[in-house]
């Protein structure tokens, strides 16, 4: 984690588990509730109106190369839209607004490993809880017990394993990296994994020896080199999943954006298991989000009040931002914040930072397409994703991106 500056405010979690506004005293009325309810549709509450189908073959399978050579949908008004390709970015936007940028950096989160019976084991961390003990995704663990061992190899063991099962109270060779199972965590139907390492050291230093970036499983055969799925800007170690909007930068874009006047500030906010848990409500307002780390700085803070001052607009670029900026704004006014969010943002969203948004085309049904929704409407965006369809832009993860600017905005 980055350093907390020490204006930095800490608010609960429950504090961000709403889209209505905060009362002055830091609880959620009940009135306001209901009325944020009577904000929200029938249509845009069904789960199934946020279907569409997509022919498989438009599902990215590799990143582009250069990454800013994807093609770019431009939302400039609820009426118009235009193609371009990502690299025209710096002339879409104006001089004085803000880009902000998730600086997230994923980790090799996933693991392959074995009981002491020998029976494979996949794991996916999730988030560190405290001194190397995670909660985890494990498949199969509907019979991994507390108190059970898994035992990890590094990568230059894996073509040529050791032998299994560890039985009769033998001893695995080593190197190997272990953890035991503390409890079955109710929220996520994940584990708690407590790892054995060295004193004084982190199983984040570990990952690259023994994990593997956990690419989404739409993506199925991929030859995408690690470096691909991280942004050029990731910094912070953590994310379980790349802010996907970020991957279009690159280096050279980055600063022709800076040289036509267009600003840059940082956020962060670990991609966790919200990213890999499906709606399971048919009425979406019942749907509950998984906490997610961020930390919005005091600098970043200021930018934006110094943009919005001078008559700039805030970008976010990616989801990610927006969840951060308006997970920090709860109380109604951003203010600096360091802890967790579990904000769930839908139609009817009352918002208070962003004014536009780059983002990518989103999976049927997802949290995601939810929030993309309720800042330009469910019928305009499912109306924008039948014409990238026809028009044959990459979708997911790899895919192709879009530019809803502010005047576009409901």
């Known amino acids: 984690m980055t350093g907390i500056d020490k204006n930095t405010k800490h608010l609960d979690v429950q504090s961000h588990n709403s889209n209505v506004p905060i009362d002055s005293d830091g609880a959620s009325g009940k009135a306001q509730e209901e009325e944020f309810s009577l904000l929200v549709s029938s249509m845009d509450r069904s789960l199934s109106s946020y279907d569409y189908e997509l022919p498989e073959q438009m599902i990215a399978q590799t990143p582009l190369s250069p990454r800013d050579g994807s093609r770019l949908l431009v939302v400039h008004s609820p009426t118009h839209h235009a193609h371009h390709i990502f690299r025209d970015l710096p002339h879409l936007l104006q001089p004085g607004d803000l880009l902000v940028l ?52 590094p990568h230059n063991h894996l073509e040529h394993p050791i032998a299994y099962p560890y039985t009769d109270g033998g001893t695995p060779p080593l190197p190997i990296l272990s953890a035991t199972v503390l409890a ?40 995408a080199l690690p470096e691909q799925y991280q942004t050029v800007y990731a910094h912070t170690p953590g994310a379980v999943a790349a802010p996907t909007a970020g991957l279009h ?59 919005q001052a001078s008559g700039g607009r805030v970008i976010a670029v990616g989801t990610t931002v927006v969840r951060a900026l308006e997970g920090a704004a709860a109380s109604g006014e951003l203010q600096p914040y360091c802890g967790k969010t579990e904000l769930f943002i839908y139609p009817g969203y009352q918002w208070r930072v962003v004014e536009g948004l780059i983002t990518n085309f989103h999976l049927p049904r997802s ?34 991106a879009m530019l809803i600017l502010p005047e576009a905005v409901k």
Request: include cysteine; aromatic fraction near 8%; glycine fraction near 8%.
């Open 249 to 307: 930068f690159t280096p050279e874009l980055l600063e022709r954006c800076r040289e036509r006047g267009i600003k840059q500030a940082s956020v962060t906010l670990h991609v966790g298991v919200g990213t890999f848990r499906p709606v399971e409500v048919e009425d979406i307002t019942s749907h509950k989000m998984h906490g997610e780390w961020l930390e919005v700085p005091a600098s970043t803070v200021e930018q934006i009040r110094e943009t």
């Open 184 to 223: 079955r965590d109710e929220a996520t139907s994940g584990r708690l994994l407590q790892f054995d390492v060295p004193a004084g050291v982190s199983l984040v230093g570990l990952l690259d020896q023994y994990g593997q970036i956990p690419l989404p499983p739409y993506i199925t055969d991929s030859q």
């Open 367 to 400: 949290t995601l397409l939810m929030l993309v929704s309720a800042l330009i409407g469910r019928v305009r965006l499912l109306e924008l994703y039948q014409d990238a369809i026809a028009q044959n832009y990459r979708f997911y993860s790899f895919g192709d």
């Open 102 to 153: 998730n600086n997230t950096r994923v980790i090799p989160a996933r693991l392959y490993g074995r009981k002491s019976t020998g029976a494979p084991v996949e794991v996916l961390l999730l988030e560190e809880r405290h001194n190397n003990c995670w909660l985890a995704l494990v498949k199969p663990g509907r019979r991994l017990k507390a108190g059970a061992q898994i035992y990890f190899e």
